[in-house]
């Protein structure tokens, strides 16, 4: 019988670890995109919220007098609740694995966190957490290397 043999002292290993084979993308990376598509959904539905809210009554959100990006409170809520809805779709198709998503993420998220950014007036907490989230979503789309087919495949 012969036994499995050890890997010599100093010999390298494959850098990449992962079932499934190639790539060089970590697993943090990788486990931080499974998390951005997560938050990604959470942000949609707390934008469509917010859509909700704003749209239902104009007198949810206080109103700033002179601020530069004058849009009534409906305004700003059916902006909020299309991006909210968008942004659920492309955090499915993030946790899918659907190759289109990370770029539409990217893409669709930058908008998001300068919606945001310019709707900080009105509710500065809410905002700012939408922004740290946002923020959070870009670097982790942005530093995944992994391909996702590949992920869709080990799985």
Do not use: E
Not at 82 to 92: A, F, K, R
Not at 121 to 141: C, E, G, H, Q, R
Request: glycine share 12%.
């Amino acid at each position: 019988m012969s036994q499995p043999s050890t890997p010599t002292p100093g010999a390298s290993r494959s850098a990449d670890a992962r079932p499934g084979g190639g790539g060089s993308g970590s697993p943090w990376s990788a486990g931080g995109t499974v998390f951005a598509g997560v938050l990604l959904f959470v942000d949609g539905i707390l934008g469509v919220l917010k859509g909700i809210a704003g749209i239902a009554s104009n007198d949810v959100y206080a109103r700033i007098n002179d601020y530069v990006f004058k849009f009534s409170v409906t305004s700003w809520g059916w902006i909020h609740l299309v991006l909210g809805v968008i942004l659920i779709l492309v955090g499915l198709g993030i946790l899918k694995g659907a190759t289109w998503a990370r770029g539409a993420g990217v893409a669709l998220v930058s908008l998001n966190l300068i919606a945001n950014f310019m709707w900080l007036p009105y509710t500065p907490v809410w905002a700012i957490v939408t922004i740290a989230i946002d923020v959070f979503v870009i670097w982790a789309l942005c530093t995944d290397r992994s391909n996702p087919s590949d992920l869709v495949r080990s799985s």
